[in-house]
T-cell receptor
Framework: AQKVTQAQTEISVVEKEDVTLDCVYETRDTTYYLFWYKQPPSGELVFLIRRNSFDEQNEISGRYSWNFQKSTSSFNFTITASQVVDSAVYFCALSEATVAGANNLFFGTGTRLTVIP | DAGVTQSPTHLIKTRGQQVTLRCSPKSGHDTVSWYQQALGQGPQFIFQYYEEEERQRGNFPDRFSGHQFPNYSSELNVNALLLGDSALYLC????????????????FGPGTRLTVL
């Protein structure tokens, strides 16, 4: 069965601090995809990144970076030099590729990040 | 390039009533998925539509049904509303993976906030 755990319910940091959001996943599939989405107060889920199970290379995009480690089933997200605009709920999600191509997402419970000016 | 759109934005219904929510996918996408997000929780997969058929379904009762139209837009219908159906309903669109073991990224709309009194 699939499962995504985001143990950090809420995190508060002062602006310009670095912050890491943890994500641990469980799956029996050998082919799967991991995602991070941002949900600002408006409610819309904003796609941030997708990683497939064959690619453990870490990725950096501006102030955002992601660390994917299959050995620990983790896909952590780091924001460097946080800004007030980063305040949101962040969701980690897992998708298991199926033969039929269906790709529903299993979400964690989210981490609410508050950046204090 | 229009993103995913949903209507209405907010809806208030009473127990036992029926509701229809609508979604238009992102331009170029042909697959629509629906999610329910209760307050403080991560989104939960309801079902996915492709080629006007339900391709995959999550753990939701038959009171939840859907439809996809030839232009790829979709509707979510909920019958016999319960108080527990109060949630943010999110629509996501993606491009079908066919029979390949492939998962395309899902892009979300702003959601419909349903309140059942």
């Amino acid at each position: 069965a699939q499962k995504v755990t985001q143990a950090q319910t809420e995190i508060s940091v002062v602006e310009k601090e670095d912050v890491t959001l943890d994500c641990v996943y469980e799956t029996r599939d050998t082919t799967y995809y991991l995602f991070w989405y941002k949900q600002p107060p408006s409610g819309e889920l904003v796609f941030l990144i997708r990683r497939n199970s064959f690619d453990e290379q870490n990725e950096i995009s501006g102030r955002y970076s992601w660390n994917f480690q299959k050995s620990t089933s983790s896909f952590n997200f780091t924001i460097t030099a946080s800004q007030v605009v980063d305040s949101a709920v962040y969701f980690c999600a897992l998708s298991e590729a199926t033969v039929a191509g269906a790709n529903n997402l299993f979400f964690g419970t989210g981490t609410r990040l508050t950046v204090i000016p | 390039d229009a993103g995913v759109t949903q209507s209405p934005t907010h809806l208030i219904k009473t127990r036992g009533q029926q509701v229809t929510l609508r979604c238009s996918p992102k331009s170029g996408h042909d697959t629509v998925s629906w999610y329910q997000q209760a307050l403080g929780q991560g989104p939960q997969f309801i079902f996915q539509y492709y080629e006007e058929e339900e391709r995959q379904r999550g753990n939701f009762p038959d009171r939840f049904s859907g439809h996809q139209f030839p232009n790829y837009s979709s509707e979510l219908n909920v019958n016999a509303l319960l108080l527990g159906d109060s949630a943010l309903y999110l629509c996501a669109s993606s491009l079908a993976g066919g029979l390949k073991r492939y998962t395309d990224t899902q892009y979300f709309g702003p959601g419909t906030r349903l309140t059942v009194l």
